[in-house]
C-alpha cells in the first residue's frame, strides 16, 4: 500500500522560512513524480510545484516561484519543500501527492497525503 507523509509545517512570521517533508514507503515513490500543493479554508486546493521521478524537471506555480524550492533524495523516498520569504497568503494546508506525470492538475495525482498545516503571521 503506498503511503505519504508531511511533515515540517507550524508557525511562522512573514519572511520567515520552512521546510516542508514528503515521505512516501517503498518502491511506489522512486518510480514517480511528486506534487505539492495547498488548500487554504474556503479556497480549491492549488497547485505549488511538482518535480519529476528523476529529480531533473521542476515546476512552480507563480505565486512561489523564487521563494519555495522543491527537491527530493531518493535514497531516502523523501521530497523536500523549501519555503523561504513566506508570506500571510502562502498560510494553508499543504499537501504532497504521487503522479506518473505530475502536472498541476489535482486528479493526475493517485495517492495523497494527510497534509500538513502552514500558518504565516502578519
Known amino acids: 500500500q503506498v503511503q505519504l507523509g508531511e511533515s515540517g509545517g507550524g508557525l511562522v512570521q512573514a519572511g520567515g522560512s520552512l521546510r516542508l517533508s514528503c515521505a512516501a514507503s517503498g518502491r511506489s515513490f522512486s518510480n514517480y513524480g511528486i506534487g505539492w500543493f495547498r488548500q487554504a479554508p474556503g479556497k480549491e486546493r492549488e497547485f505549488v510545484a511538482s518535480i519529476s521521478w528523476s529529480g531533473s524537471n521542476t515546476h512552480y506555480a507563480d505565486p512561489v516561484k523564487g521563494r519555495f524550492t522543491i527537491s527530493r533524495e531518493i535514497a531516502k523516498n523523501t521530497v523536500y519543500l523549501q519555503m523561504s520569504s513566506l508570506k500571510p497568503e502562502d498560510t494553508a494546508v499543504y499537501y504532497c501527492?504521487?503522479?506518473?506525470?505530475?502536472?498541476?492538475?489535482?486528479?493526475?495525482?493517485?495517492?495523497w497525503g494527510q497534509g500538513t498545516q502552514v500558518t504565516v503571521s502578519s
Open positions: 501527492a504521487r503522479a506518473g506525470r505530475p502536472s498541476e492538475n489535482p486528479q493526475a495525482y493517485d495517492y
